[in-house]
Structure formats: C-alpha cells, structure tokens
C-alpha cells in the first residue's frame, strides 16, 4: 500500500499581507488607481485581512516620508473596502538609506520601529554586518524583504541572522516559482525550518494573484505558513 502526500492550495483568509506594492504612482509597481483598487477588491474576495504598502525607497527611487504619506492619505480615500491598510516602506540598503536611518526619517511597521529592508539579490552591500548592527542599536528591529532571493547567502547565514534577532519575511511569489526553480527550494526549506516570521505578497500588478492562488503545500509547509499568515501590525 502506497500513501500519497496531497498538498492543498494555500489559505490566505484572515492573511496579513506584509509586503506589497499597490500604492498607485510611487515606484515600480502598481501605476493606476483602478489596478490598486482591482488587487484590493481581488483581496477582499480571498479573506485577506491586512495589507501594508511598502514602495521602494532608494537612490534610483528617493520618495520622501512625507509625500508617501500624502499619497497613501489621498488613496485611502478613494479605497470603500473592509482591508486594513497600513504605510510603511521597502528600503534599500544604500546611502540613501544610511542617511534617512541618520535622520531618524524611516516609515515603519504599524506603530512599532520595525523596518524592512533588502539589498541587491546579487551581492550586499559592503560592510552588511555593520549596517544590521547601526539599524538595531538606533532603536529599530530588521525585516529582512523576500531573504531566499539573496543568491549570495549560503543556508547557513540564515541561522545567523535569526541569532542576530532579525525577522525573515517570506514572498509568496517565490513559493509559486516566480523567480526559479532554486529561490523556490530555498523558500519550501526555509518555511518548513520555521525561519519566516512574516509573509508578504510583493504584488507589483493584478497579474500577480493568479500565481499565489497556483501554491499548493504539504503538510508540514502548510502549518508553517499558518503560524505566520496572520501578523499583529
């Protein structure tokens, strides 16, 4: 007698999406108004319960705490749906990053100082370890954006990280396959190890929610990504 594993589609009823680009207008991702109110309303249908706009911050893309904000109040009132939505912000670890972190000037996670940040899926930065180290001891705690796509990590600084207290937050692109085969793996193996504190979508167009829907989990993957779907913000 043979048994079989069945995975089921992922449940993303009562998700907290921790990371996404559906701020209309402001970096790479969503540009119009009706595409982010189609994602939202797409949301609303699959339970999502929570969602935070986190545009990109960086020397090719300098948007001001300031204007983010009054873009975000301004899309707020054009949003009539039942979603929770929160502003904080994707930053990437260059000079300009150093320079906001400096001024205290960074939007963070809900009323906490949690910040999420990435760096290039290539190589980081120089001096990465210093950088993690000026973050934490000005006050803030690190999420680290979509860390299985860092193809300069070896599986072992993942532990390192977590021992430095810095939360992994999880793409669920990359558990359906949309950057590779090898980004993937090291997600299913980072979900089923408990690394993840968070998830995120990092939705850049309405396109993109046909491929979360194709994610299917085995047991194990499924209970992990339970324990992070629904995050207090």
């Known amino acids: 007698m043979f048994l079989f594993r069945h995975n089921k589609p992922i449940d993303l009823s009562g998700f907290t999406d921790c990371h996404s680009h559906i701020l209309p207008g402001v970096d790479d991702g969503v540009q119009k108004l009706s595409d982010s109110l189609q994602i939202l309303g797409r949301y609303e249908e ?26 975000f109040e301004a899309f707020r009132g054009e949003y009539k749906g039942g979603i929770k939505l929160h502003l904080a912000a994707e930053y990437m670890l260059d000079t300009l990053f150093l320079q906001r972190l400096a001024d205290g000037d960074l939007l963070t996670h809900g009323d906490g100082n949690r910040v999420l940040v990435e760096t290039s899926y290539l190589q980081p930065p120089s001096g990465l370890n210093d950088i993690f180290f000026n973050i934490q001891t000005s006050g803030y705690e690190i999420i680290l954006a979509h860390p299985e796509r860092y193809m300069y990590m070896e599986m072992s600084e993942y532990d390192k990280l977590r021992d430095k207290g810095i939360m992994l937050q999880m793409n669920l692109g990359s558990l359906a396959g949309m950057y590779g085969t090898s980004v993937q793996k090291r997600a299913l193996h980072l979900l089923k190890g408990g690394y993840y504190s ?36």
């Open 198 to 233: 968070m998830a995120g979508s990092d939705i850049h167009n309405p396109r993109m929610i046909s491929h979360y829907l194709e994610v299917k989990l085995d047991a194990a993957c499924e209970k992990a990504f339970a324990a992070i779907r629904e995050v207090s913000i």
């Open 46 to 71: 699959l339970g999502i319960r929570e969602v935070v706009f986190t545009p990109h911050v960086m020397a090719d893309v300098p948007n001001t705490t300031e204007g983010l904000r009054a873009r």
